[in-house]
């Protein structure tokens, strides 16, 4: 690929001085650095270009962000390196985009500016694969006469030019050597020699979705839309019609209204109109049928990005999305910003999740960063949900996104009738096991039917935590202030683990803190309905689908595989089994237990609820067979329980937003966290304490409220105490500007107590 040249054409016009952004985590390095640009280099130097520069004793890569007017005074400027020409240099918009999440998330712009290239090639580790191959070195004739004139001494090599002549184009060595037998590589070198071939080295595409994903097939019919996605897709294109900015489309449809064929409509008349799309859905990994159906559809033309691909996978896609090699790009909440030049659409599918939240820096939202992006470039985003997030919903009752409804299931298919089970009823009946009557009825019933179910419980291992009886206390992580869970692999022996940090120990056999034998093992994770389930039915073939059972590669889609193939009765699992599945076979959904959302301590602790509630619901039922959901809880009168057993979105809205209304809390409000870390509890305390001195000067511009500082939630984690701080008001960008006015620059340079770290996140989504 070209080098870039700069705007004024030659030296005379190029800057002498260049601000680039270092590829460094390091604290002090968070800030833009002046070199100085040697003259080989001005006229080829264009904002966005990747380049080597010293930084102490070392070379490191940097990014050329912007002219410098001169060099700061008394501060010796050394020369920039070279332009790295592996790595293609950053479109202007996306580096735009780079400098508004640094501002927006408060990050040091070499952070954002990360978000932007794979790691393994920022880092040098991978780079284009290549193999060997032959191609003719003459004309098409003259390889023609030559072949016939060696047929009958040499038939090898007579053989390779008749293979190369009927390829056309170049051939890999190993398939030559498949085709033509016997001492091909012979045969080869003395053509070779001969001058009638030359070798050359192709380029091989790394496929994320293994041997079978390459295999081109004819794209696939789109099924006739139902009224309500014709209806739903005219209204996609009346958004797309208007000038831009483009106001947000929220699709709000109900599980299995066929949100995903309204996607595929709309990108269809995108890349109809040369323009390109990228499609966002939480967790890739568990949606193998979503990215087989983008790629069925759109034959060749789509590219796969998320964090479990290999580097070489991860770099060879975002390649062809870098050179215009495909239209479309399908992946995790970093997708968000794959480097299109004529982007049109940006869906982001299950909008509500939580896992478009990135919970390390820069701390971005993949839905506001695509809604940003698109005004910026153009494009439209359609966002997706059968639970959107109460912010969204919130902005399409006021106006500021248009909201397109598809509020039935296609082919006449009934939302699933949810029954609620109360346990406290089950408990005075003298039933205390894991499953209530109703529910292990119709475990019963449905596989008696041939028919497949889905268990799911928020809580992996076999018990999340162990009860002195003597003195109360459980037994926790040493290093996190949270109980350790009881894990009872098949395979191994039986351990108590830390989900947080990943500690490990054996299970106690008495109380660390007073010794006494009395150790109860309590609560449930997926591990014990699985036991449950082998105890209570033992012929039912029981696959599970959390972290334990996900670690290798591939894991996902051959646990959900041997469901789809009818290999599988039961699934049971976390928060995984609730996303875009789409599974004929199922029948009966069951959670195990609706409250353990319901008791974090978290403003999002209902909307959690209601979404997994409702979303795990839809599982059942979507083929030929009426489906059946039983939720069972403690809590059977929560409205967040009882709107969600209704499918009733817009019951649950109301009450919400009016308790959140009430509280302060967003869309009502914004928040920005600032959570104080360190391996000393005074100093932790000591430094919050200084921040939130600073931060009362600043509060009152804002405007903003400050609660703390105060111990987190998680007091402990990985071994450090932590305090946080929150800051409450009308306006984020009000919020964002009085923390940075506060710190006097960005978070990473706060500098109070020797070892206390300090990270800001705005607009969290976790308060632990």
């Known amino acids: 690929m070209a080098e870039p040249t700069a705007a004024g054409g030659g030296p005379e016009g190029a800057p002498r001085y260049a601000r680039v952004a270092v590829d460094l985590a390091a604290a002090g390095a968070d800030r833009l650095f002046t070199y100085?640009?040697?003259?080989?280099?001005?006229?080829r130097l264009a904002p966005g270009a990747w380049v080597s520069v010293p930084f102490g004793r070392r070379q490191i890569l940097g990014?050329?962000?912007e002219p410098a007017p001169a060099a700061p005074p008394g501060v010796e400027v050394r020369p920039l390196g070279e332009i790295v020409t592996g790595l293609p240099p950053v479109p202007p918009a996306l580096l735009d985009l780079a400098r508004w999440v640094a501002g927006?998330?408060?990050c040091p712009l070499a952070a954002a500016l990360r978000l932007l290239i794979p790691a393994g090639a920022r880092r040098g580790e991978v780079r284009p694969r290549r193999r060997a191959a032959l191609a003719l070195a003459v004309g098409a004739e003259a390889a023609a006469e030559a072949a016939a004139r060696l047929g009958s001494r040499a038939p090898r090599q007579a053989a390779v030019l008749r293979t190369l002549l009927g390829a056309g184009g170049p051939v890999p060595l190993e398939a030559l050597e498949r085709t033509v037998g016997g001492d091909a590589r012979g045969a080869a070198a003395a053509l070779v020699r001969g001058g009638l071939v030359r070798r050359v080295d192709l380029p091989v595409?790394?496929?994320?979705?293994?041997?079978?994903?390459?295999?081109e097939t004819e794209p696939a019919s789109p099924p006739a839309l139902t009224p309500a996605q014709a209806a739903a897709v005219a209204k996609v294109e009346e958004a797309l019609a208007a000038p831009p900015p483009r106001q947000p489309v929220l699709l709000h449809g109900v599980t299995g209204s066929g949100k995903t064929e309204v996607y595929l409509e709309a990108i269809a008349r995108v890349v109809a109109a040369g323009r390109q799309?990228?499609?966002?859905?939480?967790?890739?990994?568990?949606?193998?049928?979503?990215?087989?159906?983008?790629?069925?559809?759109?034959?060749?033309?789509?590219?796969?990005?998320?964090s479990a691909l290999s580097p070489g996978e991860r770099f060879d896609e975002w390649l062809r999305i870098r050179r215009g090699e495909v239209d479309i790009a399908v992946g995790a909440r970093s997708a968000v910003f794959a480097p299109?030049?004529?982007?049109?659409?940006?869906?982001?599918?299950?909008?509500?999740?939580?896992?478009?939240?990135?919970?390390?820096?820069?701390?971005?939202?993949?839905r506001e960063v695509a809604e940003e992006r698109a005004r910026r470039e153009g494009a439209l985003v359609l966002l997706g949900s059968a639970t959107p997030a109460l912010e969204t919903f919130w902005r399409a009752r006021e106006g500021r996104v248009a909201l397109v409804r598809l509020p039935e299931r296609v082919r006449g298919r009934p939302l699933p009738p949810v029954e609620i089970v109360d346990m406290r009823a089950e408990l005075r009946s003298g039933r205390a096991g894991l499953f209530s009557r109703r529910l292990e009825e119709a475990l019963g019933d449905a596989l008696a039917r041939g028919e497949q179910a889905i268990l799911f419980l928020n809580r992996r291992g076999f018990h999340t935590f162990a009860l002195c009886r003597a003195c109360g206390e459980a037994v926790t992580c040493p290093r996190c202030s949270v109980a350790l869970t009881l894990h009872r692999p098949a395979r191994t022996g039986a351990y108590m683990a830390c989900h947080y940090c990943g500690h490990r120990q054996p299970p106690p056999s008495a109380c660390p803190r007073c010794g006494s034998p009395s150790i109860r093992l309590l609560g449930s994770g997926t591990e014990r309905v699985e036991a449950e389930l082998a105890r209570l039915f033992p012929r039912a073939r029981v696959v599970r689908l959390d972290v334990d059972t996900t670690r290798r590669r591939g894991s996902h889609a051959r646990i959900l595989g041997a469901l789809a193939q009818g290999r599988a009765d039961v699934l049971v699992g976390t928060q995984m089994v609730t996303k875009g599945l789409d599974l004929p076979g199922v029948t009966l959904v069951g959670v195990v237990l609706a409250d353990t959302t319901l008791r974090l301590p978290d403003f999002r602790a209902a909307e959690r609820t209601f979404q997994l509630i409702a979303q795990v619901a839809g599982r059942a039922g979507r083929g030929d067979r009426p489906g059946r959901v039983v939720v069972q809880t403690y809590q059977?009168?929560?409205?967040?329980?009882?709107?969600?057993?209704?499918?009733?979105?817009?019951?649950?809205?109301?009450?919400?937003?009016a308790w959140r209304r009430l509280m302060g809390y967003p869309p009502f409000a914004e928040f920005v966290r600032l959570v104080f870390a360190g391996p000393a509890e005074a100093e932790v305390a000591a430094s919050a304490d200084a921040a939130t001195r600073l931060l009362e000067a600043e509060a009152a511009a804002a405007p903003a409220e400050i609660?703390?500082?105060?111990?987190?939630?998680?007091?402990?984690?990985?071994?450090?105490?932590?305090y946080h701080v929150v800051l409450k008001g009308p306006d984020r960008d009000g919020l964002v500007r009085a923390v940075r006015a506060a710190l006097g620059g960005p978070p990473s340079r706060w500098r109070r107590g020797r070892e206390v770290r300090l990270t800001v996140d705005v607009g969290p989504y976790s308060m632990l």
């Not at 790394?206 to 994903?213: I, Q, S, Y």
């Open 277 to 306: 799309a990228i499609v966002l859905v939480p967790e890739i990994a568990l949606t193998p049928q979503t990215v087989a159906r983008f790629r069925a559809r759109f034959t060749g033309r789509v590219a796969v990005l998320h």
């Open 707 to 722: 609660l703390g500082p105060v111990p987190a939630p998680l007091a402990l984690l990985r071994g450090l105490y932590r």
């Open 104 to 106: 927006r998330y408060l």
């Open 340 to 366: 299109f030049e004529r982007l049109g659409l940006i869906v982001v599918d299950e909008e509500h999740e939580a896992t478009y939240k990135q919970d390390e820096v820069p701390r971005y939202h993949a």
């Open 205 to 215: 595409r790394r496929d994320p979705l293994g041997p079978e994903g390459a295999v």
């Open 63 to 65: 990014c050329y962000v």
């Open 36 to 43: 100085s640009v040697p003259d080989p280099l001005r006229g």
């Open 636 to 657: 059977p009168d929560h409205f967040a329980v009882r709107t969600a057993a209704a499918h009733d979105y817009d019951s649950f809205f109301e009450q919400e937003a």
